[in-house]
């Protein structure tokens, strides 16, 4: 078995192909467009790519297999090809009009399904086919409009009044809008391609709908006992969804400045650095190396972290590459002065942990440069302030057609060490610190916790392993190649076996600084199993299909922030969990299975959780049942819309006709008040006498 590896960190995906076979990929296209991209993934070194339309035998309906005797057309179709070193992209693309026919036109679509055709893709060397490709195209017609725009204007209604139009999602003149079902210009024929998915609410039409507080509406799923007596007596035409317009003044947005502002005092320029802040300079500008973004990609100009270490491979070649800030750059400290790098240059003789691939060009026409392999920055630090910071930078030879991987690593010491380690009085995880493990259960404690770390050509086999890193969540893995005929007990035996490499501990400590010796200092692991061994799992009845294949391994880590050393926050670990999560594994092939090899991807996740440090405080009686009080959605009677007509939140009619009713509503509700009581008529009857 071989293995492919593949590394993502925070939802950000970095993969590596060093491939040395020739596939295809992906292994079979369902083409839908005019256009479609597909990758030749080997040497591309002396291959003839070919594209053939593939007739269907009318007896047995099988596609007729091509050879290597075509070219890079067929019929409407073309196939560009751009080579690499080792990834070819290919494109297909159809070269006929796909608009539908109008009178007396030639060169159209018939019917609204234009194309049904299949293709094949080839690559030969020497009249040997090294890869086949089947591709399925099913085109539709383009119903958009092609033709000449009129030149009349037209005349847009006031939109406070009355609708802007009976059909908005109606966006082309004398063509048919997919998916908008009240478009006079689509045919019953194109609106079954899309009757199922229309545009809905006021775009897709229903431009006057009633609104929850119409007396005559009833969409609302609970009706209260006082709605007919609050509701709204309005017409349709006097609706919210008219539209509302504010003639406010226009203010000019302010665009956010990536600078420091100087401040009038050059002496004092901060009052010291925090986790987390960027690093600046002596222009006043961020201090930069390379790191990798959340794409996955290098930076060059990424700024740096205080107190956040991290240790980054970025891929370059000798076209690619790009210097970062120079050296004599000097570093603010926090306290208002600045310090000089103290740099060392080496040289590096043995490539071969950088070089990663090469071409194999004549040595005479190689250009080569002498550039940046790795470099290693230390920052002495104090409190709140810089110390000192030592740069060793390793030089060598990159030539044209290498493939550089440079290191770039960011350690941050106290300057109270007494040697690498960090202060023992600081004893909380900092984000960028490996994780501790420990096997307790074995004479020898030492563990790991690690997920997969991409090397060589890509194969799990000659792959290296990489810490969990705290505070970053990762998602890493590799792709197994397996067989038509493999065994699905063996199969789940083998993913299990790889995901469980990564876990090499029974318990992860709790802080930076946990004793080996101290039980408490540590939490257990908690593992939940894939299989129980009661369960009889399905060993899969169909040949290329395994279900229950435990491919995802998940590690969830719940933290807590427990103080603070220097004012720098405290993290401290409070749990552990691991589990598995099973997918069905199902054998892809593309026109013919013989042979070939379908893929299993395997991922390892890392999740950290932040926790109160605490439970919070739970509420009293009193307190619950006077915030329950007012919640319409847990009570009958919900005070907050007893006025609501004469509120601001109430469109329907000016606010100031809404205050006027309201006031007046209330003055003849105290009048009738003041009249029902005994003394009001003995004070008119002695009136009238």
């Not at 063509?175 to 024929?189: K, M, N, Q, S, Y």
């Not at 709605?227 to 003044?249: A, D, E, I, R, W």
Request: proline share 6%; with cysteine.
């Amino acid at each position: 078995m071989f293995y492919r590896c593949y590394l993502f960190h925070v939802a950000c995906v970095k993969t590596y192909f060093f491939l040395s076979f020739s596939v295809f990929q992906p292994s079979f296209i369902h083409m839908s467009g005019p256009r479609v991209n597909l990758l030749f993934l080997g040497n591309s070194s002396g291959v003839n790519f070919s594209l053939f339309l593939s007739p269907r035998d009318e007896e047995t309906g099988i596609l007729q297999l091509a050879s290597c005797n075509g070219s890079e057309r067929a019929a409407d179709w073309n196939l560009n090809v751009t080579r690499g070193m080792n990834i070819s992209k290919l494109t297909i693309s159809l070269t006929r009009n796909l608009q539908m026919c109008l009178p007396n036109a030639t060169d159209c679509c018939t019917t609204p399904l234009c194309v049904v055709e299949a293709l094949q893709v080839l690559a030969c060397r020497d009249s040997v086919m090294l890869a086949r490709l089947l591709v399925q195209a099913e085109i539709y017609a383009n119903s958009s409009f092609t033709g000449n725009v009129s030149e009349n204007a037209t005349i847009i209604p006031n939109q406070v009044f009355q609708p802007l139009g009976s059909c908005p999602c109606d966006l082309t003149a004398e063509a048919c809008d997919v998916r908008c079902c009240c478009d006079l210009e689509c045919t019953p024929d194109l609106k079954q391609l899309f009757n199922k998915s229309c545009f809905t609410g006021v775009f897709g039409g229903d431009v006057n709908p009633p609104f929850d507080q119409l007396c005559s509406s009833q969409s609302m799923e609970y009706i209260p006992d006082w709605f007919p007596f609050l509701c709204v007596q309005s017409s349709l035409n006097n609706t919210p969804f008219l539209g509302y317009f504010y003639h406010g003044s226009i203010s000019t947005p302010k665009v956010p400045s990536f600078k420091i502002s100087l401040q009038p005092s050059p002496g004092k320029l901060f009052t010291g650095y925090s986790q987390g802040d960027p690093i600046m300079t002596e222009e006043n500008e961020y201090f930069t190396i390379p790191q990798q973004s959340m794409a996955g990609q290098c930076v060059v100009n990424a700024p740096v972290a205080y107190l956040q270490d991290f240790d980054v491979r970025c891929l370059t070649s000798l076209a690619s590459y790009e210097e970062g800030l120079p050296h004599d750059v000097r570093v603010n400290s926090g306290a208002g002065d600045f310090i000089q790098q103290n740099v060392v240059y080496r040289n590096i003789t043995d490539t071969g942990k950088f070089i990663t691939e090469s071409e194999s060009l004549p040595t005479a026409e190689v250009l080569c440069q002498n550039v940046t392999f790795a470099e290693h920055y230390t920052f002495i630090w104090k409190d709140k302030n810089i110390e000192q910071v030592n740069v060793t930078v390793f030089l060598g030879s990159l030539c044209d057609g290498e493939i550089l991987t440079q290191r770039f690593t960011v350690q941050f010491l106290s300057l109270e060490s007494t040697n690498t380690t960090e202060l023992f009085g600081n004893p909380g995880y900092q984000v960028g610190k490996p994780v501790r493990a420990a096997n307790l259960n074995a004479s020898d404690t030492s563990g790991s916790l690690n997920i997969w770390q991409p090397a060589g050509r890509g194969l799990c086999t000659s792959a290296t392993h990489t810490p969990v890193i705290f505070g970053l969540d990762s998602l890493s893995g590799c792709t197994l190649e397996v067989g038509i005929d493999e065994d699905c007990r063996l199969l789940r035996g083998n993913v299990t076996e790889k995901l469980n490499s990564l876990i090499q501990a029974t318990h992860i400590g709790k802080r930076d600084n946990s004793s080996d010796s101290d039980v408490n200092d540590w939490v257990k692991i908690i593992r939940l199993d894939p299989f129980d061994s009661d369960i009889n799992v399905s060993t899969g009845s169909f040949k290329g299909i395994c279900p229950d294949i435990p491919a995802n391994l998940n590690i969830r880590i719940i933290f807590a922030e427990v103080g603070a050393v220097q004012g720098i926050p405290q993290q401290e670990i409070l749990a552990v969990q691991i589990s598995y999560s099973t997918v069905i594994w199902q054998f892809q092939c593309g026109l013919t299975c013989e042979n070939s090899t379908s893929f299993l991807p395997i991922t390892a996740a890392v999740q950290f959780i932040e926790v109160p440090a605490q439970p919070p405080v739970p509420m009293t009686r009193s307190q619950t049942n006077s915030w329950a009080e007012f919640d319409c959605n847990r009570n009958d009677v919900c005070w907050p819309q007893l006025f609501y007509p004469v509120t601001r939140f109430y469109t329907g009619e000016p606010y100031s006709q809404c205050l006027a009713k309201g006031l007046s509503l209330a003055f003849l509700v105290l009048l009738a008040a003041i009249m029902s009581n005994p003394w009001f008529s003995k004070i008119w009857n002695s009136c009238l006498v």
